[in-house]
């Protein structure tokens, strides 16, 4: 089954520099209709390798007593209890050594067309600054000090209501995601640092990282998990093999790190007629979406794994009045 769906691709200009022209907004947008294929009756099929999005079930012990509904919201719960066990789920599903929580984002109210940029989820106080616009453009770091672990949320927050984002995108660019990796936070870099090292070493050679890079995998993902049945507002993904690399555009963002504001993207998505999207009808809380955003498995010459998906929520018509959806998303970096 199909719903025929008005994706408002962007086609705006090539250096968006709008402080909304991101995926909070429908701005610079020329709306295409476009079948999207419901995925319920083969789920199984679809794999993170094979598509870059995989349907997995997990029930979380937050669904069950003494949690409520208001648990999945509350940010220390989530940190204690959620995290650990979409970490586990990660390892699990993607076959990872190590997984590390960047950033989880609460959704509970209709879209709404912004009328600013919202402002980027901040690191805890033990974090403290960094800069790169680039991966080769600072020396290389040393080992630093043991840190906590840091997790960034949005929509946790007492009388802040976040809405599904309608602008199909990819949550971080390649070099967006390298940035983040060497930026976000102290355990993030302590970790990649054998990674760093490697790729940094490689970059300037005919080729670049693509062609030379010998180390570790790593790779950035995100979940998504209804709270409830969907009844609006359904979460639509493209198979990585119908898209390329020409199907986006960066906008870049400036969000804090460990030396200060760093350079990093998300990827707004231009209208391609070979694109196949997706979506799951009538997903429920026990259904966690897994996407890829990143993979340096896909960057390999002639390489068969999926890397990173375009991804949206649409509106179906008729829907209005249904309940609005409430989700709960977990972005992390998963090492080899």
């Known amino acids: 089954m199909s719903v025929k769906v008005a994706i408002p691709y962007y086609d705006g200009p090539l250096d968006p520099s709008s402080p909304i022209a991101g995926v909070s907004t429908i701005e610079d947008t020329s709306p295409q209709i476009v079948d999207v294929v419901d995925i319920r009756p083969s789920k199984a099929s679809f794999t993170l390798d094979n598509n870059g999005f995989q349907i997995a079930r997990h029930d979380s012990i937050l669904s069950r007593s003494p949690y ?176 390329t690399e020409n199907d986006g555009v960066s906008f870049w963002r400036s969000p804090p790190g460990i030396n200060g504001p760093f350079r990093s993207d998300v990827v707004l998505t231009k209208a391609n007629p070979q694109h196949r999207w997706y979506w799951l009808s009538d997903q429920t809380p026990d259904e966690v979406l897994f996407m890829k955003i990143f993979d340096t498995e896909s960057e390999k010459e002639l390489s068969s794994v999926a890397g990173g998906v375009h991804h949206f929520s649409f509106h179906i018509p008729g829907t209005e009045q249904e309940e609005v959806r409430e989700s709960l998303e977990t972005k992390f970096i998963a090492f080899w």
Not at 109 to 127: C, G, L, R
Not at 182 to 203: G, K, V
């Open 68 to 243: 409520t509904a208001s648990s999945w919201t509350n940010q220390k719960i989530r940190e204690e209890v959620y995290d650990p066990e979409i970490a586990e789920l990660a390892k699990a599903v993607t076959g990872a050594k190590k997984v590390i929580i960047l950033l989880a984002s609460a959704r509970n109210a209709p879209f709404k067309e912004a009328e600013s940029a919202p402002p980027y989820p901040q690191p805890s106080s033990s974090e403290e600054d960094t800069s790169r616009s680039n991966p080769s453009s600072q020396v290389k770091a040393k080992v630093l000090p043991e840190q906590p672990l840091t997790t960034r949320g949005k929509g946790f927050a007492d009388g802040i209501r976040e809405g599904p984002v309608r602008k199909p995108h990819k949550d971080w660019g390649t070099l967006g995601a390298r940035n983040t990796l060497r930026n976000w936070s102290h355990d993030l870099r302590t970790e990649a640092q054998d990674i760093i090292e490697a790729e940094d070493e490689t970059e300037s050679l005919p080729g670049g990282i693509t062609k030379n890079y010998q180390g570790r995998r790593w790779a950035l993902y995100t979940t998504w998990r209804p709270l409830k049945p969907v009844r609006r507002d359904p979460m639509g993904y493209v198979d990585y093999f119908s898209s």
